[in-house]
Nanobody
Framework: QVQLVESGGGLVQAGGSLRLSCAAS????????MGWFRQPPGKEREFVVAVSRSGSSTYYAESVKGRFTISRDNAKNTIALQMNNLKPEDTAVYYCAIRTKLSGGAYYTALNDYDSWGQGTQVTVSS
């Protein structure tokens, strides 16, 4: 059983920055693919970015490419999402996720690729 806890959400003006963190605890497997997703108000949960076990491979949604940066610290079992130049359309609840089952892929972009999720953290960007 893996527990994920996000932090760092809040209210920011358009053009501003926020940094989200996600800490994994419990039966934490030594390095598993992880990712960030978000759910805008009234919409489906969507992929934001994925990172491989080592952190060497990443994949970003087009909508955030060049503005968001994912990083991971396996020694601390944490990942972070640095979000710059935020836009009102980035407003959403942000979730981190981890894929604990063994597989050969470097990173994953679909919701059902992941089997453990955090509770989410709200990010609101005002115009």
């Amino acid at each position: 059983q893996v527990q994920l806890v996000e932090s760092g959400g809040g209210l920011v003006q358009a053009g501003g920055s926020l940094r989200l963190s996600c800490a994994a605890s419990g039966r934490t497997f030594s390095s598993r693919p992880m990712g960030w997703f978000r759910q805008p108000p009234g919409k489906e949960r969507e992929f934001v970015v994925a990172v491989s076990r080592s952190g060497s491979s990443t994949y970003y949604a087009e909508s955030v490419k060049g503005r968001f940066t994912i990083s991971r610290d396996n020694a601390k079992n944490t990942i972070a999402l640095q979000m710059n130049n935020l836009k009102p359309e980035d407003t959403a609840v942000y979730y981190c996720a981890i894929r604990t089952k063994l597989s050969g892929g470097a990173y994953y972009t679909a919701l059902n690729d992941y089997d453990s999720w955090g509770q989410g953290t709200q990010v609101t960007v005002s115009s």
